[in-house]
């Protein structure tokens, strides 16, 4: 608290005083000198620090190194030099920025992530949400400032000549003028209204990390349900071409069945191998068809014109930036969002603490009345008052001891539901890691079956051409070469879905700068 003046004419309530004297004529000089003192009093009181803990972001620290990182589609940053000089220059620095859906580099899936932020609904549902909670600051906001009411009333009346205390021969009826204005406010003496400012700014920017985190799950699913179909797609060329090989297949059998050679047995077989391949072509329309609609629904296109051309998975897999551990706690909208909601549940902790002092308004009347219209705007129809009250609580029966409790349990809650998002931010990124080092891994140990296998069938398909074997021998080989060609497909549809998903457990091109 600043130090009381010396007595009550220091120099700035008397340059107070001769403002207002000047400005309103014939009120009281020591009147509005009196109540300019008080308001330059009561706005430095309305200054001093709210009541209540001030926040601190929740303790956590991150690991100096990710456990998992070992595949080559992961660029991981340079170690720290001796004696830890380097240091990032902000959270953004070695991570994806933006759209980073165009590091995979195809112009199809660029276009389609790009209608997600304009056309999507759900995305527009999240963005109606925070824009309410930014209006509901700027109305918290209002309550740190005078309400202020004026406008006129007339009236005609007429009163009882028999009422009680009546003068003989008195005035029964009159008119009534008045034009007046009311000011009240109550000052933010203990910051209750600042607290819940802050409490709704962090509400507010919880929703917006809200909307980033729902934008962030968006643009994942939808890369994940693009690279999906464009798996099936290479799953369908492939079977298109053991069609063909299987109908040359048939034709060569045939062809040896009837020049005695080969046996019924042999082209049942081939029959058979080949109808199945047929049907197992036909089945994968259905997923494809189910892709299509989410991604036509994502981008919220009309289902009934929306094709996506067959274009098998024939990309190269992209390497994810991953910066250090630390970063992470910039980078994830959810982890941003625990944060904010912690924040503001410490605000509600001094919200309830201030419930314990005293509320106190300050109130004025100013205006003028006649009963005639003709004197109704002069010196002597104007009229005035000012007042204050205060009010405190006595007894509730420990309510306020309750809630404030209730508002601390809230807030370790909230501080445990931050630190739980920061636990699981860390598991989805080693998971993410772990899934790229090993389906790495995986691919190349598949493709050197696939390998195997091709070598294998052309040796027993020239046996058989050769009659040294059985056509089951060439359809033993053919199946197990066509089950390692759709496992390695489904591999290299796993590695970009789990680069997707690193992508998402990395935050995206999110960092948390971006909230309002």
Request: charged content about 20%; aromatic content about 6%.
């Amino acid at each position: 608290m600043a130090e009381r003046p010396p007595n009550n004419r220091a120099p700035l309530p008397r340059a107070v005083g001769r403002l207002v004297s000047l400005l309103a004529g014939g009120v009281s000089r020591d009147v509005l000198t009196r109540a300019a003192c008080s308001a330059v009093f009561c706005l430095f009181i309305a200054g001093c620090k709210p009541v209540g803990p001030s926040y601190n972001r929740p303790g956590y620290d991150a690991p100096a190194i990710y456990k998992e990182a070992g595949a080559t589609s992961v660029a991981v940053p340079p170690p720290n030099p001796q004696g830890g000089a380097w240091q990032p220059a902000n959270p953004s620095d070695g991570m994806l920025k933006g759209k980073w859906w165009e590091i995979y580099q195809d112009p199809q899936l660029n276009q389609l992530e790009e209608r997600i932020d304009s056309n999507n609904a759900q995305l527009r549902q999240q963005m109606e949400l925070y824009l309410a909670a930014e209006d509901e600051v700027r109305a918290v906001r209002a309550n740190l400032y005078p309400t202020l009411t004026a406008g006129p009333s007339i009236s005609r009346d007429r009163v009882s000549a028999n009422r009680p205390l009546a003068t003989p021969g008195s005035t029964t009826t009159y008119g009534d003028f008045v034009i007046a204005g009311q000011a009240s406010w109550e000052p933010d003496f203990w910051g209750r209204v600042r607290r819940t400012v802050e409490q709704a700014r962090a509400n507010a920017q919880a929703d917006a990390a809200d909307e980033a985190n729902a934008a962030l799950t968006l643009h994942a699913e939808m890369a994940t349900d693009y690279f999906a179909l464009r798996g099936l797609d290479s799953q369908v060329k492939l079977l298109n071409d053991t069609v063909t090989d299987l109908e040359h297949q048939l034709d060569l059998t045939e062809r040896r069945f009837h020049g005695g050679v080969a046996t019924e047995v042999d082209v049942a077989q081939a029959q058979t191998q080949l109808e199945t391949v047929r049907a197992e072509l036909v089945d994968l329309g259905v997923a494809r068809a189910q892709y299509e609609h989410a991604i036509g629904t994502l981008a919220n296109l009309n289902l009934a014109g929306f094709n996506i051309p067959p274009s098998p998975l024939d990309l190269k897999l992209p390497q994810v930036p991953l910066g250090v551990p630390s970063q992470l706690l910039e980078r994830r909208p959810d982890i941003a969002q625990a944060e904010r909601l912690a924040a503001a549940a410490n605000a509600q902790i001094g919200i309830n603490i201030a419930a314990f002092y005293p509320a106190i308004t300050l109130g004025g009347t100013g205006g003028f009345e006649s009963t005639n219209p003709g004197n109704w705007i002069e010196g002597s129809s104007s009229l005035w008052s000012l007042g204050a009250q205060a009010t405190e609580l006595l007894f509730d029966a420990g309510q306020r001891h309750a809630l404030t409790d209730a508002a601390r349990h809230d807030y370790e809650a909230q501080a445990d539901g931050y630190r739980n998002a920061v636990f699981q931010a860390f598991d989805d990124v080693e998971d993410q890691l772990a899934a790229q080092r090993i389906l790495e891994q995986e691919a190349t140990a598949e493709q050197r079956a696939v390998d195997a296998a091709r070598h294998s069938f052309d040796l027993s398909n020239t046996r058989y051409k050769g009659g040294a074997t059985s056509y089951l021998e060439v359809l033993t080989a053919e199946q197990t070469l066509l089950q390692d060609q759709v496992t390695a497909i489904n591999i290299v549809s796993r590695q970009f879905a789990s680069s997707v998903s690193l992508v998402r457990a990395l935050g995206g091109g999110w960092d948390r700068t971006q909230l309002p």
